[in-house]
């Protein structure tokens, strides 16, 4: 090969472009930044609306609906969803892959615009952002406690001086200060409301009219003057004029009870046991985690040198400390995997010097491939790395084939320099076949589009990048190494290991005389392994990922209808008293909202705990499931797999239910489909989002009776909300802190008899006498999936059930059970399972097609590329039966591991083919070359083989953070490349033999 001559006639240049790339590929190394996870950027919008003190229902109606109808026509929309809650409109904008975040948020920004003139006034204005992460917690936590400040005074502190400190970072998204804030709670009599006339709506806009400052021009028109209206203290709040009565000023105090306090009706945190503040630090979706976790630690660090003396803060969760850890162990793995394939060389080889020479392609290679991550701007990451564990193997490869064809003929008596021209010359378009195979296999990624897409291009780019720089090594420096460093003489250590090499391609000689000649076996051989894999394909149980020991459970508690934070309270207690104390845990946390509660509790690291995850998990479910009254969920976060990470989530199933008809009929169908899986063993429970039982009221009015008075209904509707709920619509200004300002009753009446308003005459009008309340059932919360009504039915697998068993169950009992005209989607996990299994499918077909056609290319041939490729159903028949023996799951990672391995099985095939073509052409007979051929090629295979699998033995080994993805990953490719690699060397060439006769015959014809 003309190229390989080049540079061994010119070693100057071959050193020197070589050390180019290990020098390019250390800056890279440097420059490159650390993640989990691939950047993996799904634009995802959130719309957030605030109406105050409304039911869901007018939620819905009134916001929620008239948003949806203008937002559904943004471009590049793929799926909006909705809920509407108490007060509270969320709608979250999913956009398609490739889709301009910036153009999608100013898309969004104009279309809530031309929604917002259609909305009630009372209706706060949007808030439209990008989604923060979305696992439900923060990904950094810092408690603070103080033994001199009050809740109120350290949520002030945090809110003033910590808040946007740590929002200002690089790649933070929000920080929320999870505490007690201030409200000043103005808390209106209404005996004296009626004594003095004064109805509850003139108290509001008196106060809405002073709480603002406006710009009152120059002041000679040089300085800059304000007219400043601010109520800043509670004295400011009681001196405010209400209304003038007889010349006589009524101010606020003679009507209410003015205080400055603290809400902790809204959200509570305790931690270990007692309240608490927490910063909860939320990264942005396509944030570096390591980078943010560094930068809020140093900034933390140097905070502390500047807080108050009795100011305690405490890192009580992290989120990059699995990251962190897994990333480590991976790096472990390469050093582990390097030691294992020198091994192996070596005791092929026997020789310190010839070991060297495919040492040497393995920093060359490793960090040239981040040459490759670099220009494409991708990261150092779990794929990445990965990939380098698996590329340890690869890249000594083809210095192996180099090396060992050149030793060959320096046996044969050529001096080093004429052996190394021989050698590489007949090894030269292997090496180039075999390498554009392997990197033509994940040449289907870059078509891919979605999740799958986007999470393997960086180890494609990774693995084919090391394999590409293996190449070049291969051509340029191995052969000039072997000419340097080999001679004839070269001694050898234990000549017993050679022998039984020797004897080993004697023996595998004389079999092939045999095996070529049984066609049928061979072709009943071939027909079993597509068989069995396709059975054990079906058998073997499916899932999106491993689950993962994150180090991470928790509890949650669903609200009982009516129940108040009090209640909910009470209720987490006693789920914390049954548990008891957890000892693998380094702290524990309670938050409780409206939404429920949940019990948090990260872990001690994997080394210094008994117990993983789920067998926590295990043990607590039963002392959950005996509570009364109480309907808990143990849950813990094992995956981090971007889309399926949702650490709150604690079911493994979710089925999305929409439908056009209404929310009582679409109740109704759920519930009877709920009684239906109840009763099926195969879901260990279930339950569903939608809940029409909350306590509520409904006010009907007498319009006519209250024209009459001359009253409105806005005046009547502010009365009720005040008085039975508390006006939250206003705030107030505290040293530039926003805080929620609450107008309220001081007592709750019980009937409207007991509130009043005074009509323009003068009149007190019991509300009771213009309006009648009812009690009623209303929802807790109202969902919309594509603007059609839905609800999200969750389903809890019992322990070792199958991921996708389960969900071919639940949606067959779902089409059985609910109406035809309602539509099943999935979310979560198993949308991720079906979009991932589908892909995955696509994936490898298209990855045989590309090599076919590579190969086509390379040999100028149709045929030789067919019988190169029926290797693939015999090294896929060793992956699944190892994958089912060691009980491994189909998931993302063990079909990646089917794709690679589909590359690596076929080198063995180029091997063979093409030195038998070359014998062929020498004369050979086709027999004589076939046989020739693979004792011949039979202890590189070996070699390669052997440096392969030992290469994957740290990825099963591992026991640490992230080990399950690695278990995966190599478990198939050992199992693949063992018995593929055994089934190749007797069924490839019996096929070769098979079709070449056949060819020969039609041509003679």
Known sequence: MKFTSYFLKHPVIAIILNSMILLL???????????????????????????????????????????????????????????????????????????????????????????????????????????????????????????????????????????????????????????????????????????????????????????????????????????????????????????????????????????????????????????????????????????VSQSVRKELNAL????????????????????????????????????????????????????????????????????????????????????????????VDDAIIVLENIWRHIEDDLSPMDAALKGSKQIGFAIVAMTLTLTSVYAPIALIDGMIG???????????????????????????????????????????????????????????????????????????????????????????????????????????????????????KRVQQSIGKIPEAKNTLTFLGNWGSSIVMPLEAHKQRNRSAEQIVNSLKPKTEQLPSVDASVWSWDSGLPGVEDALNNSELELVISTTENFRQLFDATEHFKKTLDQNKEFASTHYDLRLDSMGYSVNIDKNALAQLGLTPAQLAKTIEVFFSGDKSMSFQKDGVSYNLTLEGSSKPWTLNELYLTTPSGKRISLGAVAQMKRRAQPTALEHVNQMRATTLYAQLPEKQSFKKGMNKLLKLAKENLPNQYKLSWTGAAKAYTESSHTMVLLFALSILFIYAILAAQFENFVYPFIILFTVPLACFGALLFAYLFGQSLNIFTQIGLVTLVGLISKHGILIVEFANQLQKEGFALTEAIKKSCSLRLRPILMTTGAMVFGAIPLVLSHDAGAEARHAIGTVLIGGLCIGTLFTLFVLPAVYFMISKIIKKAGRQ
């Open 454 to 572: 986007q999470l393997f291009i960086e180890f494609a780019v990774a693995l084919a990048g090391s394999v590409f720089i293996s190449g070049i090594v291969a051509l340029t420096l191995s052969p000039l190494m072997c000419a340097t460093f080999l001679h004839k003489n070269t001694k050898q250590l234990w000549p017993a290991i050679d022998r039984f090499l020797s004897k080993l391609a004697q023996y595998y000689y004389k079999l092939l005389n045999i095996i070529i000649y049984r066609k049928k076996t061979i072709l009943l051989t071939l027909l079993l392994s597509l068989s069995i894999s396709l059975l054990f394909y079906k058998v073997i149980p499916g899932e999106t990922a491993p689950k993962e020991d994150r180090g991470l459970v928790g509890i949650y508690t669903p609200p009982v209808s009516g129940d108040n934070l009090d209640t909910l309270e009470a209720n987490t």
């Open 25 to 291: 590929g250390i800056l890279c190394f440097h420059s490159l930044s650390l993640r989990e996870y691939p950047d993996i950027s799904f634009p995802v919008i959130t719309v957030n609306t605030h109406y105050p003190n409304a039911s869901p229902e007018l939620v819905e109606s009134v916001v929620t609906n008239v948003l949806e109808d203008q937002l559904a026509g943004v471009e590049g929309l793929e799926l909006m969803t909705s809920r509407s809650n108490p007060g509270k409109s969320y709608i979250t904008l999913r956009f398609r892959p490739g889709t301009s975040m910036e153009k999608a948020l100013n898309a969004t920004h104009e279309a809530a615009r031309l929604a917002q003139a259609e909305l009630p006034t009372t209706v706060k204005a949007p808030i439209i952002e990008r989604q923060r992460q979305a696992d439900g917690l923060p990904f950094i936590g810092i408690a603070l406690e103080s033994s001199s400040l009050n809740f109120g005074e350290l949520t002030h502190y945090a809110n003033l001086n910590l808040k946007n400190v740590f929002r200002s970072l690089k790649g933070v998204a929000s920080v929320d200060v999870w505490g007690q804030p201030f409200t000043y709670s103005i808390q209106l009599d209404q005996k004296k409301l009626y004594r003095f006339g004064i109805n509850v709506d003139e108290v509001a806009n008196a106060i809405a009219n002073n709480r603002f400052s406006l710009p009152a021009g120059n002041y000679q028109n040089k300085i800059p003057t304000t007219l400043d209206f601010e109520l800043k203290t509670p004295e400011d709040y009681e001196n405010l004029i209400i209304k003038t009565q007889n010349h006589y000023p009524v101010f606020l105090k003679s009507l209410a009870r003015i205080q400055l306090t603290t809400d902790n009706n809204q959200f509570r945190v305790k931690v270990n046991g007692n309240s608490g503040l927490v910063l909860a630090i939320n990264r942005a979706n396509d944030a570096n985690p390591i980078e």
């Open 304 to 395: 502390k040198k500047g807080l108050p003396e009795d100011i305690k803060t405490k890192i009580i969760i992290d989120q990059s400390e699995f990251i962190k850890a897994s990333l480590k162990n991976i790096q472990s793995s390469i050093l582990e995997s390097i030691f294992l394939v020198l091994v192996i060389i070596f005791i092929f080889l026997r020789n310190i010097r010839a070991t060297i020479i495919p040492l040497i392609a393995i920093p060359i290679s490793l960090l040239g491939s981040l040459l490759f991550l670099k220009i494409a701007g991708f990261t150092i990451n779990q794929m990445t790395l990965l990939a380098m564990v698996l590329a340890v193997g690869l890249v």
